[in-house]
């Protein structure tokens, strides 16, 4: 049979999904037509702009070449596209995966195709903590929902429909019937991660490869190493997914086999020309010490230069020693919040400021740039709690600075005291992290939070007695902005810092930057 897969990303955003290389694998291996319509080259998409030409305008990464978010831009109506290519490929199903925040870019599209359209099948993180929802709030677009991994389920829908056999007892299958009323199958089980097989991107097109990082363009491929987190931070679903799986007898944390994550690096290298790898892992340091000595040995193989992301707490000297290396490129990590009462009562994360930054300073000992993720809007919190962040951020010196609105997305524990508090509606689609917030506080307004968030790098950054300036460059008015493109110029210019280093002459020249 046919199947035609929607990517709904967010502009710009060029980074390869792991899920639908696998998906395209697993259907091919089956003996089914794969095709695909990818959303990323449109220039806008329902009031969504570039995400990473945001994201470096905000000085939260690198400047680089602006050929990159130029280049093979779309202009066109997106909807009448993927009608187009719907008639052209005659699909028998249309699948599809999706967060919260590329929801919005999905329904529309899927909405527009009217009757006599093929069987719509939704799979990701929204349809798994939200299906009814997911169902419901799509205007028709959406005939079922898979709940957990999609690996095993996607397989096995196909393979029934292909056959005219009643694809309702499908594992994870969840529909809302005839009667109005939702239904919904128990969870499928975890997939063994030895048994997939190579990610298969052969429909994407070529420029989806190339991302920016470090003010370079990379081809850069995604290779998974863990899945799962052992960690509970009530503003990420990882904890929902392990509860989900464990109330059904279901072990969510795994991590690959070493030897399977050196095939896949291979694969990468000889079929995609890879100059780079980003290991998708929610937290890469969370192996053993013994694991982490087999992945260094393997590791030494390639010494392609990448990326990761893991806690302050898995750091250790020999470790970071360990990566510079193997030539790590880059580290990303997640600070969300300067006030250690409120980051443990509030976000769940039990670390101490001073730890934070002890750690984060053994890795620029070692000119291993580093990013950190900072969130504001969070329930409860005030404009005076968020500054705690800033403050926490001008202890270490960081490659780049992420400043994201908090969103309560579904699956989180965060949602729910969203909802207990009325902050939001239960069947509210929340938006994404860098617009205006969806809780609705008093004390922090959405327009207030906007206003911070963007200038959080400007505060971070430039020195204390500028901050009256600061201040004036969170108006979201025209006045506002003007103000603030001229401070966010000179910050760029005499107080970023962005870890290089020179051999000879140490670490690059840049203005003295206040961090106490």
Known sequence: MKVLFLYPNLPGVKTLPTA?????????????????????????????????????????ARPYDEKFNTTNLIYSDVCQDFAEKVQESSPDLIAVSFTEDMYPIAVPMLSALGKGRPPVVAGGTFPTFAPELSIRKSNGGVDYCLVGEGEYTVSELCRKLERGED?????????????????????????????????????????????????????????????????????????????????????FFRKQRINLIHREIKHFVDEYQADSIYFWAETFLAWSDSEFEEFCEMYSEFKLPFWIQTRTETISEEKVAKLKELNCLRIGFGVEHGNEKFRETMLKRRVKNDLIVERLNIISDYEIPISVNNMVGFPTETRELAFETVELNRRFKSDGINSYTFVPFAGTPLRKVCNDMGLIEPDQIVGSVMGLSALNMPQFTPEAIEGLRRCFVLYSKMPRDRWPEIEKAEALTPEGDALYDQLKAECLASYMFYGDYDEELGETERAPTEQA
Request: net charge negative.
């Open 167 to 251: 694809v309702h007892d499908t594992q994870g299958l969840c529909w809302v019937d005839g009667n109005d009323t939702f239904q919904r199958n128990p969870m499928p089980t975890p997939v063994d991660m030895s048994e997939l097989p190579l990610p298969d991107f052969s429909i994407f097109d070529d420029d989806i490869y190339y991302r920016p990082m470090q003010g370079q363009i990379w081809r850069m491929l995604p290779v998974t190493t863990i899945r799962g987190c052992p960690y509970t931070c009530a503003y990420c679903n990882a904890p929902a997914t392990m509860n989900m799986n464990r109330d059904q007898g279901f072990k």
């Open 20 to 60: 639908y290389g696998l998906f395209n694998a697993i259907l091919k291996r089956d003996g089914h037509e794969v095709d695909l319509f990818n959303t990323t080259n449109y220039a806008e998409l329902f009031g969504v702009m570039n995400v990473y030409k945001e994201k470096s305008d905000n000085l939260n």
